[in-house]
T-cell receptor, first 113, second 111 residues
Framework: EAQVTQNPRYLITVTGKKLTVTCSQN?????MSWYRQDPGLGLRQIYY???????DKGDVPEGYKVSRKEKRNFPLILESPSPNQTSLYFC????????????FGDGTRLSIL | DAKTTQPNSMESNEEEPVHLPCNHS???????IHWYRQLPSQGPEYVIH???SNVNNRMASLAIAEDRKSSTLILHRATLRDAAVYYC????????????FGAGTILRVKS
């Protein structure tokens, strides 16, 4: 089944403890991106990747890192998480960019205490 | 980023058509109009997109005004499963690199 898989789905952790949220897609998509969703602010793009080894900042990249070493994986790294990064995170992918349907994962709910 | 304006919420009866409006008066000639929806506790789901002409797919139809300053997403027969937040999004030009989600319209479907 074609899908975007995020792990973990839920995480409660403490300030400063490095964490990685994994995102994997099995559709051979070139474009991948990360969003965060907060009440009253909607979905905001964090980072995106047009293809392997090509990444760029979205609207809210501060405090996050990404890498794209393989086409299928696009992990989101929080080197030193802070409470303002408590949010619902979504990974998305598409075949070649934004004029194809974006396929979203089911989300990862992060709580940083 | 060009902005869109949508009603906060709308209500529909099951099995009836639903017309979800979106205003985008500052749209530029190369901005694409995208619609996504988000069901409760799920990630957003692609619905449809277009540039100038009306578009149809198995989920919905997109009617774009001649001046492109507004568009309407049409669900031909609403079901309870269509209850969701619907987002109208403008994507900048052919090579724009992001989708900017607004607050969307909460659609409630009554049985």
């Amino acid at each position: 089944e074609a899908q975007v898989t995020q792990n973990p789905r839920y995480l409660i952790t403490v300030t400063g403890k490095k964490l990685t949220v994994t995102c994997s897609q099995n559709m051979n998509h070139e474009y991948m991106s990360w969003y965060r969703q907060d009440p009253g602010l909607g979905l905001r793009q964090i980072y995106y990747s047009m293809n392997v080894e090509v990444t760029d900042k979205g609207d809210v990249p501060e405090g996050y890192k990404v890498s794209r070493k393989e086409k299928r994986n696009f992990p989101l790294i929080l080197e030193s998480p802070s409470p303002n990064q408590t949010s619902l995170y979504f990974c998305a992918s598409s075949l070649k960019g934004l004029n194809q349907p974006q396929h979203f994962g089911d989300g990862t709910r992060l709580s940083i205490l | 980023d060009a902005k869109t304006t949508q009603p906060n919420s709308m209500e529909s009866n099951e099995e009836e058509p639903v017309h979800l409006p979106c205003n985008h008066s500052t749209i530029s000639g190369t901005d694409y109009i995208h619609w996504y929806r988000q069901l409760p506790s799920q990630g957003p789901e692609y619905v449809i997109h277009g540039l100038t002409s009306n578009v149809n797919n198995r989920m919905a139809s997109l009617a774009i005004a001649e001046d492109r300053k507004s568009s309407t997403l049409i669900l031909h027969r609403a079901t309870l499963r269509d209850a969701a937040v619907y987002y109208c999004i403008l994507r900048e030009g052919e090579y724009g690199n992001k989708l900017v989600f607004g607050a969307g319209t909460i659609l409630r479907v009554k049985s």
